[in-house]
């Protein structure tokens, strides 16, 4: 069973920034592959940003590239989500996952993350 809890969320002024964080219980969390997805109200949750076990490599959606970095501290069981200049539509609730299954390659879909956090609200006002 893995639990993650998300913080660092909250109210932000477009072309500001917020850190996102996310705890990680689980003894192996160094081998799974994380995720960060939003959800805008009365849509589906959507990709933002995945890294893999090592860090090594990352992915992210377009709509945030450039502009959002994730990163992990697996001496923690934490990870990151640095999101620098925040626009209207950036506000979202904001979710940590987990894909705790092996694979090759970083995936965006949702329906591989098995474990998921009850989300953070990111609110950025223009």
């Known amino acids: 069973q893995v639990q993650l809890v998300e913080s660092g969320g909250g109210l932000v002024q477009a072309g500001g920034s917020l850190r996102l964080s996310c705890t990680a219980s689980?003894?192996?969390?160094?081998?799974?592959?994380m995720g960060w997805f939003r959800q805008f109200p009365g849509k589906e949750r959507e990709f933002v940003a995945a890294i893999a076990w090592n860090g090594g490599s990352m992915s992210y959606a377009d709509s945030v590239k450039g502009r959002f970095t994730m990163s992990r501290d697996n001496a923690k069981n934490m990870v990151y989500l640095q999101m620098n200049s925040l626009k209207s539509e950036d506000t979202a609730v904001y979710y940590c996952?987990?894909?705790?299954?092996?694979?090759?390659?970083?995936?965006?879909?949702?329906?591989?993350?098995?474990?998921w956090g009850q989300g953070t609200q990111v609110t950025v006002s223009s």
């Open positions: 996952a987990a894909d705790t299954t092996t694979r090759i390659g970083i995936s965006r879909a949702q329906r591989s993350y098995d474990y």
């Open positions: 689980g003894r192996t969390f160094s081998s799974y592959i």
